[in-house]
């Protein structure tokens, strides 16, 4: 069995992103099976339903092992029609719905698509407004748009502001600025002057120099900015900055875009975009 | 009851995204009760462990109802720290681990924080590049790179060209680059010459008149940029454009970024980045 390839299908009747985001996390459970995944959004009507099973049952018959499934379809009835596949089928829906419709006294509305749609169109459109402002407020560009942030990054170049202020932006409706403290701001040792009114709204970065200069060798190999000497000197000057300056900082280093977002949050306690 | 707001706590070890999208995508169905959500990342200590169950359990005796708790805990020792609680507990591990560990033949890695954090660096690294590129490749800032695109978003100013180059660069590795129509372009009645070269890699964007004048109206009021006039007058070229060139294009009017970044993935069969 230990080399075969298992086909594991999303099917979701919105974009799957639920039901990606619960197989792949089981998935990473299990580092010495291979996983070939396929996604089937949109999957809305008894005949797309239906060529799904057949889809998932002609893989069935020429893999060496079961198919898995993992559905977030809503619809009673295309539920009915999916579970005739020859899969190990993992019914999201059915698995936690019932106990919650039992402990609040209420069914289901069994809406389709409500999750990752844009069902509350003021709430998408303060998220869309957030991207907006991290776009326009990246990288230091202008300072004048940070009396409405809900957050500053600061960090030396190549630190990860810029996925960190777009994926807070993105994902949770943050408007999220970012600036990068230039050789000159490291060098006056105090926080510069057009930050000093936000500082209550500043999150800093710090990566390990080893790193940053792995980074910023593969964007500018062979220059000043992506020597070891730079990176060493930026990143020293710069902690002691944030801990003259008390700044809140956390270190990126080992960390991926969602851990470095979920930290910002916590320790900032920013408000987050809820999509219910 | 019906006036009970129920507290919903997401617990994990890692960001709690996994427990955070499962919940919601719940709770959605549920559109005449009211929630709380309390996101609890990184309860990786027995001690964090036991501040969690008291935290829930304080909410529990000041409630009208019993909280909801979604945990995505991969310890089985936290875990049943946790499951002590007096909640509605959802164990997502237990759930689907058991019948998947069986159909493998194979026990499970019991890892903790690898779906959301940065196991596989060579791949975070495309991740990350995608996210720069997207940026540094921004509204038509440049055509040079588009050799390296994996698609290139057009579409009038505010379709969503934007947030959806930068969801599909953050969530999927995917490398896009996006262009607006202007005047000129459109007048032409044809795609722009810096563009043909990569005509099999564009997808196009279209908006309702009527929404994208909103949009432009928040963003420029009273100009002729949001005048309903020149509104309509771009859609219907852009259309035209699409249609003559046969270029492939949706309709963003009443779909969220995941949706439109879902349907282009699909319909111009993007390789997603797949964490595991």
Redesign the interface.
């Known amino acids: 069995?230990s080399n075969c390839i298992?086909t594991v299908f999303y099917i979701s009747d919105?974009?799957?992103?639920?039901a990606e985001?619960?197989g792949?996390?089981?998935?990473?459970?299990?580092?010495?099976?291979e996983?070939e995944?396929v996604?089937m959004?949109?999957i809305n009507t008894t005949e797309k339903a239906i060529n799904a099973v057949r889809t998932i049952n002609e893989n069935a018959k020429n893999s060496c092992?079961?198919p898995?499934v993992f559905c977030?379809i809503?619809s009673d009835h295309l539920r009915e029609v999916l579970k005739e596949c020859d899969a190990?089928f993992?019914d999201?829906f059915e698995?936690?719905?019932t106990?919650?419709e039992k402990?609040?006294?209420?069914e289901?509305?069994?809406?389709v698509?409500?999750?990752?749609?844009?069902?509350d169109s003021k709430r998408?459109l303060d998220r869309?407004?957030a991207?907006?402002y991290a776009?326009d407020n990246?990288d230091g560009i202008t300072t004048r748009h940070y009396g409405n942030a809900d957050v500053i990054i600061i960090g030396v170049s190549r630190s990860g502001k810029?996925?960190v202020s777009?994926?807070l932006a993105?994902q949770h409706g943050i408007r999220a600025a970012n600036y990068p403290l230039t050789d000159d701001d490291l060098e006056s040792n105090m926080l510069p002057s057009a930050l000093e009114p936000y500082r209550n709204k500043i999150f800093g970065l710090v990566i390990d120099p080893i790193r940053l200069q792995k980074i910023r060798f593969e964007?500018r190999p062979n220059s000043k900015y992506s020597s070891m000497g730079q990176c060493k000197h930026e990143v020293m000057a710069i902690k002691k900055i944030f801990k003259r300056e008390r700044i809140n900082f956390v270190d990126s280093t080992?960390?991926?875009?969602?851990?470095i977002?979920?930290?910002i949050?916590?320790n900032a306690g920013l408000k987050?975009y809820?999509?219910?």
Do not use: C, W
């Open positions: 069995m298992r919105g974009t799957g992103i639920t985001t619960l792949q996390t089981l998935l990473t459970q299990f580092p010495n099976v996983f995944q996604n959004p949109f092992g079961k898995f977030t809503i190990l993992f999201f698995t936690f719905m106990p919650m402990e609040l006294e209420s289901s509305a069994h809406t698509g409500r999750s990752h749609g844009m069902s998408y869309m407004n991207v907006n776009v990246d810029t996925p777009l994926y993105l964007r080992a960390m991926s875009i969602e851990e977002s979920t930290t949050i916590q987050k809820i999509r219910k």
